[in-house]
């Protein structure tokens, strides 16, 4: 149950001008399309889809963890992992990858592995209408066989050059532009509920305050005084 005397009590500590923001980038943000990924080593990479993933509004990423760890520079994303969900897949002795697949099957996800190969769905024919994990995998190896064994289907972006492959964030910033402009402009209910973005305001919030420790404590002295 959120506490709204709590937020409001916050809001003073933030300037109206990056409360409207937060409101304004929550009425973008979705859950109807979700990026899996699956064991990037190199930190530029993985620290791209997830600057794309935020910009382009997915709120959640999940990060399967079977050989390497993952780590976004801040150099590269920007600062935009401080935005987002994050759902982590590392258990030891347990294969992640069909654990996270598991996971968002249960949560109503088709799970889509981004290939030029497996007879893929070319972007713009792909069907916006249905929950999606977007599973993307390393550049030279791409996904691994539990992913394209158990994949609902496959997405690929049309290319006419010799080259066959694009690098993983240059592919994860096409797609999810792609679908996410054609999400905005359909009558599907692609957005966070309601009390979605009352927890994802309260969450920034916090995040805004430095002295956010101290905000709280004084917060809490407060209400344990007017008791």
């Not at 080593?41 to 079977?66: D, K, L, M």
């Not at 996410?180 to 009352?198: C, F, G, T, V």
Request: aromatic letters at 12%.
């Amino acid at each position: 149950m959120l506490d709204y005397k709590y937020i409001e009590y916050l809001e003073q500590f933030v300037t109206e001008k990056r409360r409207n923001l937060f409101k304004k980038v929550l009425d973008k943000r979705t859950r109807h399309f979700t990026v899996a990924i699956e064991d990037l080593f190199q930190p530029h990479n993985s620290s791209a889809v997830v600057r794309s993933c935020e910009v382009f509004g997915i709120q959640e990423v999940h990060i399967i963890e079977n050989k390497y760890k993952f780590y976004a520079s801040r150099k590269i994303a920007k600062g935009a992992q401080k935005w987002l969900d994050f759902s982590l897949h590392n258990k030891l002795n347990c294969n992640n990858t069909l654990s996270c697949i598991d996971e968002l099957r249960n949560k109503g996800y088709k799970i889509i592995a981004t290939t030029p190969h497996n007879e893929s769905c070319v972007l713009q024919d792909f069907d916006i209408s249905q929950k999606a994990a977007f599973f993307f995998g390393v550049e030279k190896a791409g996904l691994s066989n539990d992913v394209l064994e158990n994949a609902d289907g496959y997405l690929q972006i049309p290319m006419v050059g010799f080259t066959e492959s694009l690098n993983i964030s240059v592919a994860a910033a096409i797609i999810l532009q792609n679908v996410q402009e054609r999400l905005y402009n359909s009558d599907i209910p692609w957005q966070l509920s309601e009390m979605e973005k009352e927890e994802k305001y309260l969450d920034w919030l916090e995040k805004s305050i430095k002295s956010i420790k101290k905000v709280k404590a004084n917060y809490t002295s407060k209400n344990a005084i007017s008791h």
